[in-house]
C-alpha cells in the first residue's frame, strides 16, 4: 500500500474517532456538515496531520468563517478551553519525524486502537 493511502485510511479513521470524541462542533455546537479542522495546517505540519491533540471537529460554517477568519480568536479560544492540548501542540509542532509508510501504519495502529477503546465505552 503507498503512502498517500495510507494517509487517507488514516484521514477516515480520525473523522471517526471525532465524530465520537466530540460529536458536534467544538465552536458552535452544530450536528450538521462537520468537518475536521486541523489546528497546525495539515501541510505545514505533515507531522501533526493525524495527531488527535490537533484535530477539532468544527461545523463547516465555523471552520471557514471562525477558524479561518479569525485565527488569533481561534487560537486565543483553543488555548484557554484545551490548555494542555495547546501546549503539548506547540511542543510537537517543533518535533521532526520521518513520515514514511511505517510512521503511517504505526499511527493507523494507534488511531484503530483509540477508535475501537471509544466505540466500546
Known amino acids: 500500500m503507498n503512502k498517500r493511502s495510507l494517509i487517507i485510511q488514516d484521514d477516515s479513521i480520525c473523522r471517526k474517532i471525532l465524530l465520537i470524541r466530540d460529536g458536534r462542533c467544538q465552536k458552535c455546537g452544530a450536528t450538521k456538515k462537520l468537518v475536521v479542522s486541523h489546528c497546525f495546517g495539515k501541510k505545514t505540519y505533515p507531522n501533526l496531520r493525524h495527531d488527535l491533540n490537533?484535530?477539532?471537529?468544527?461545523?463547516?460554517?465555523?471552520?471557514?468563517?471562525?477558524?479561518?477568519?479569525?485565527?488569533?480568536?481561534?487560537?486565543?479560544?483553543?488555548?484557554?478551553?484545551?490548555?494542555?492540548r495547546f501546549d503539548y501542540?506547540?511542543?510537537?509542532?517543533?518535533?521532526?519525524?520521518?513520515?514514511?509508510?511505517?510512521?503511517?501504519?504505526?499511527?493507523r495502529d494507534e488511531l484503530k486502537a483509540e477508535l475501537k477503546q471509544l466505540e466500546e465505552k
Open 54 to 84: 490537533n484535530l477539532l471537529l468544527l461545523c463547516n460554517d465555523c471552520h471557514i468563517g471562525w477558524w479561518h477568519k479569525y485565527p488569533t480568536q481561534a487560537w486565543t479560544q483553543f488555548r484557554h478551553r484545551w490548555p494542555d
Open 89 to 107: 501542540l506547540m511542543q510537537a509542532k517543533n518535533k521532526i519525524i520521518k513520515l514514511n509508510e511505517e510512521h503511517y501504519k504505526n499511527k
